[in-house]
């Protein structure tokens, strides 16, 4: 896969890929505590976000996004990597903020949300480069 851009560096990020459907609110859509997705009218609601490379094709704005994302990295409970279709300088805030306070916190890339489709339910890796490595998830090389 082509290397996407980086928009907040980071170390490498490799989890199960989560490829949101729909745009998500941070503020009252994500539990900072959990990581799990809260909104009930969202598609993958009650799906944890933690540890998982996140694919997001758009946020739904509010200026707490970033704080949420910074609780987030504090309680261990980020995802592995952000991919993001648009840069969100609200939501990346919360990274960057995160990282001045000295905590490691995951990286974010933008990628073409073309491409999201064919990355759903595989392991992903974003390497520091801004490269995306897929590999099979131990679902698909069961069936």
Do not use: C, Y
């Not at 739904?60 to 993001?84: C, D, F, K, T, Y």
């Not at 805030?93 to 064919?118: C, H, N, Y």
């Not at 992903?124 to 679902?139: F, P, T, Y």
């Amino acid at each position: 896969m082509n290397a996407a851009e980086i928009l907040v560096p980071g170390k490498t990020g490799e989890g199960e890929a989560l490829v949101l459907t729909a745009p998500i609110s941070f503020w009252g859509g994500v539990d900072p505590k959990t990581g799990r997705i809260t909104d009930v009218r969202h598609p993958q609601h009650g799906q944890s976000i933690s540890g998982r490379v996140l694919f997001l094709p758009g946020t739904i704005g509010s200026s707490s996004a970033s704080a949420v994302l910074m609780e987030l990295v504090h309680n261990g409970r980020a995802p592995a990597a952000l991919v993001l279709h648009e840069p969100d300088a609200i939501l990346l805030l919360g990274l960057i903020v995160a990282r001045e306070m000295g905590w490691q916190t995951p990286m974010a890339v933008r990628l073409g949300s073309d491409k999201f489709d064919s990355i759903r339910g595989k392991l992903a890796v974003v390497n520091a480069d801004g490269s995306i490595v897929l590999r099979i998830s131990k679902e698909d090389s069961a069936s």
